[in-house]
């Protein structure tokens, strides 16, 4: 599959703030002030499912991996919820959400649990810097040293 | 983390039954009629989240992916759900559930959606029978050959 034709599905655009690229998926900021929940979409046009990735299946693993491990670090989370779901937008797109036992939905999963509540800007412009701090650090660090 | 100490969640246990087990993980059905719908639970003591299995992060997703191949090709679904969630089960299990424009809870999540329906036994084992031969049989091809 290739990035070329691909773009951000508008349902996702909506509904989120953009943190970063990484080498596989943009990383979107869910504007939902009701749980720390940020979403990776593969950059690979008409790729609905993760096994449409064939090979890169790998990598998308890899960045699951790096933004579960930034997202529990800066939230201290109780429990992770990471699912590629789709039903209502196809494009492929997984969902990472750190979630607490007493957020607004515990302990049901978050898709259509509770209202959205777009955060205060300022609020989220903070936790985004801080995601992509995270994630490009982790990122730099796990690349192999020349 | 090791497999010595690993035993199946007893939820789990009671909702569901075994197909068979991959390098990973136990491979489980939900007595649920409303949906296809396996279960991959990595044979690792005190796994809770994917980012705790380290490096066999590659192996899940290698099992999730040839999971989610069969189920798609048996059940020629609309759209896979592929989630780990484990609000209310602690233990690392991974849904993969085929989901239809038709079923029981579209285009909302499974968890929590309709209530649980078991079903006849003989249609029970007869998925599980070809969910496990076709699993099995990727199994089998995918490995190098001597």
Known sequence: MHETGWSLHSQ????????????LSRL????????PWLILVPRRAGASEM???G???????????????ALKDETRC???????IGNVVPQLHVHIV?????????PKP???????????PAVLD???????DLVRGAYESSRPTS
């Open 51 to 53: 096994i449409d990735l």
């Open 110 to 120: 978050v898709w259509g649990a509770a209202p959205r509540r777009p955060y205060d």
């Open 12 to 23: 996702l655009a909506a509904d989120t703030v953009p943190v970063c690229d990484l080498p």
């Open 55 to 69: 090979a890169e299946q790998a990598l998308l693993m890899d960045e699951i991996s790096l933004v579960s491990r």
């Open 78 to 84: 109780d429990k992770l919820n990471v699912a590629a």
């Open 126 to 132: 903070a936790f985004v810097a801080i995601v992509r």
């Open 98 to 106: 750190a979630r607490r036992k007493d957020d607004a939905a515990w």
């Open 28 to 35: 979107l900021a869910m504007n939902d002030a009701n749980f």
